[in-house]
């Protein structure tokens, strides 16, 4: 797999300001502040409806699943947001210290052997799990790190995430004598639609770029561009992971 040298380290530059002002008028500095305050209020308020979103859903579900007299209106003249968060905070971290234990251990497979028996929830708990522990694996390496590939055409380039290496029973039907590793293209400005295919680890060019640099780079169709702190700091990262 092909990386760029980081001899040459980019530069930070200065931040330009929000808006130049384009008119000396009255009516040009009223349409200047308008802008401006559209654009700091703008993604607090986009943030602030996710965040909402998210803890109004996680309460709710949770309010089927606990009895009318734990819940803190009950108790409380005004209602608490985020009770529900806490709590399946609290339950998931319980869970993964008893799934720790040689207790739990012994549950989670006699439930599995279980699920096992079972042929269509079977085929469908083995791919989720599969997801889950790639994703959220400590060790792994999937999705983080970003490549460039010459796609869709020559001289076109794409960026692409690299996964994991193809396993055994692929390598053996693919071309030998070299190397090969896996990349999903995401599009463009949807990165959970693309394509998955293998190529040669020497097509691949890496990049010292984070994940989340690159997502916001092709979310926004080209306009948020990766700065250069952005650039040193996935080198850093990338040289800290190689010594250790």
């Given at each position: 797999?092909?990386?760029?040298?980081?001899?040459?380290?980019?530069?930070?530059?200065?931040?330009?300001?929000?808006?130049?002002?384009?008119?000396?008028?009255?009516?040009?500095?009223?349409?200047?502040?308008?802008?401006?305050?559209?654009?700091?209020?703008?993604?607090?308020?986009?943030?602030?409806?996710?965040?909402?979103?998210?803890?109004?859903?996680?309460?709710?579900?949770?309010?089927?699943?606990?009895?009318?007299?734990?819940?803190?209106?009950?108790?409380?003249?005004?209602?608490?947001?985020?009770?529900?968060?806490i709590f399946v905070f609290l339950?998931?971290?319980?869970?993964?210290?008893?799934?720790?234990?040689?207790?739990?251990?012994?549950?989670?497979?006699?439930?599995?052997?279980?699920?096992?028996?079972?042929?269509?929830?079977?085929?469908?708990?083995?791919?989720?799990?599969?997801?889950?522990?790639?994703?959220?694996?400590?060790?792994?390496?999937?999705f983080r790190k970003v490549g460039l590939i010459e796609f869709p055409s020559k001289g076109s380039w794409s960026l692409v995430f690299i996964t994991a290496p193809p396993g055994v029973a692929l390598s053996e039907h693919l071309p030998q004598g070299e190397a090969h590793i896996s990349v999903f293209l995401p599009c463009t400005p949807n990165p959970t639609t693309g394509f998955y295919f293998f190529l040669p680890a020497r097509e691949v060019i890496e990049l010292p770029l984070s994940p989340d640099a690159a997502a916001k780079l092709i979310m926004s169709c080209g306009v948020i561009q990766p700065d250069a702190n952005a650039v040193v700091a996935a080198m850093a990262t990338k040289h800290v992971h190689e010594a250790a």
């Open positions: 797999m092909t990386e760029l040298s980081p001899q040459t380290r980019p530069q930070s530059q200065a931040s330009p300001p929000i808006l130049s002002p384009k008119g000396s008028g009255l009516g040009g500095r009223i349409r200047n502040w308008f802008l401006t305050g559209v654009i700091v209020a703008g993604p607090l308020a986009v943030t602030a409806s996710i965040v909402w979103w998210f803890v109004d859903t996680v309460d709710t579900w949770v309010r089927h699943f606990l009895p009318s007299k734990l819940w803190p209106e009950t108790y409380l003249a005004l209602p608490l947001p985020g009770f529900g968060v339950g998931l971290t319980l869970l993964g210290f008893l799934a720790a234990n040689l207790a739990g251990r012994t549950l989670i497979r006699l439930g599995e052997a279980i699920l096992a028996r079972m042929p269509v929830v079977r085929s469908i708990y083995k791919s989720v799990k599969q997801i889950f522990e790639t994703a959220f694996s400590q060790s792994g390496t999937s």
